[in-house]
Nanobody
Framework: QVHLLESGGGLVQAGDSLRLSCAAS??????????MAWFRQAPGKERECVASVDWTGAYTDHADSVKGRFTISRDHGTNTLYLSMTTLKPEDTAVYFC??????????????????WGQGTQVTVSS
């Protein structure tokens, strides 16, 4: 059973940086062929994909709203997915979720494309 656990969220000021981590268990990144992604959901809004990455880590996709500020990456040695966030803005405030799907290729931005989800970590950016 795949289990995803996010960490690294918190309360920061606008302009600050954070790095989110997602520890995966029940699988081995180097063998499991999992595409992964970060989603976020703000109060009253739909869950949206922030960034996604294919199994190799070479092919990434970032939402326009975070392009140039956020970077998704994965470490096969530690079975961990990361989201490095810089120049944070109040509109980045949301619960951030890690997601995974059994796919070699990048599974894309749709919520429905992912079968495995973490519980989320809160990111709050004050102005």
């Amino acid at each position: 059973q795949v289990h995803l656990l996010e960490s690294g969220g918190g309360l920061v000021q606008a302009g600050d940086s954070l790095r989110l981590s997602c520890a995966a268990s029940g699988l081995t990144f180097s063998r499991a062929a999992m595409s992964m992604a970060w989603f976020r959901q703000a109060p009253g809004k739909e869950r949206e994909c922030v960034a996604s990455v294919d199994w190799t880590g070479a092919y990434t996709d970032h939402a326009d709203s975070v392009k140039g500020r956020f970077t998704i990456s994965r470490d096969h040695g530690t079975n961990t997915l990361y989201l490095s966030m810089t120049t944070l803005k109040p509109e980045d405030t949301a619960v951030y979720f890690c997601a995974a799907q059994r796919s070699i290729a990048n599974a894309g931005r749709s919520v429905d494309a992912y079968d495995y989800w973490g519980q989320g970590t809160q990111v709050t950016v004050s102005s």
